[in-house]
């Protein structure tokens, strides 16, 4: 059965950072696009990033409140581990984070194994 965990959530102060991990079971994450995504309270899930399976090019939504320059997705095929390194955290960043994956990086109706998210509170 094929499975996603998240981790490394926690509670940081702005400006700081964290390194989400995605691991995986009965799957190889290196044959799939592995996006990131979070939904805040009372708000729809947003796409965080997204990178490719074979040339690992990735992608940051200019919707998910200007992530670029400061979120950086990445993998780890040996650890079969795809990662999430988030800097200068603000406090709209606060939500749960999921990992997912997909033949490619597309819309997220096409990803289809999901985690079960981990935590982001950035807060004074």
């Known amino acids: 059965q094929v499975q996603l965990v998240e981790s490394g959530g926690g509670v940081v102060q702005p400006g700081g950072s964290l390194r989400l991990s995605c691991a995986a079971s009965?799957?190889?994450?290196?044959?799939?696009?592995i996006g990131w995504f979070r939904q805040a309270p009372g708000k729809e899930r947003e796409g965080v990033a997204c990178i490719s399976s074979g040339d690992g090019n990735t992608y940051y939504t200019d919707s998910a409140d200007s992530v670029k320059g400061r979120f950086t997705i990445s993998r780890d095929n040996a650890k079969n581990t795809v990662y999430l390194q988030m800097n200068s955290l603000k406090p709209e960043d606060t939500a749960v984070y999921y990992c997912a994956t997909s033949p490619m990086c597309a819309t997220e109706s096409q990803f289809e194994h999901w985690g079960q998210g981990t935590q982001v509170t950035v807060s004074s």
């Open positions: 009965a799957i190889t994450l290196e044959y799939y696009a």
